[in-house]
């Protein structure tokens, strides 16, 4: 459930919609596998390391404070 919560949150933050997906697909490719990865990243950080600051500080994603 956090995954697929924290695709859903960033794809809307950085707006990955379906109207894009329909215009131009392999940018939303690219974009989506972007944050798919950064999601992949956190989720296994806070399972194997408990690291709460890794959502604010990903390096897949560039989303950093």
Do not use: D
């Not at 997906?21 to 490719?29: F, H, N, V």
């Amino acid at each position: 459930q956090m995954f697929h919560r924290l695709i859903e949150e960033m794809a809307r933050k950085q707006g990955v919609t379906e109207q894009l997906k329909i215009e131009r697909p392999m940018e939303w490719i690219g974009l989506m596998n972007n944050i798919w990865a950064c999601a992949r990243e956190i989720v296994s950080n806070e399972i194997i390391y408990g690291l709460g600051w890794i959502r604010k500080n990903c390096s897949v994603c560039g989303n950093s404070e």
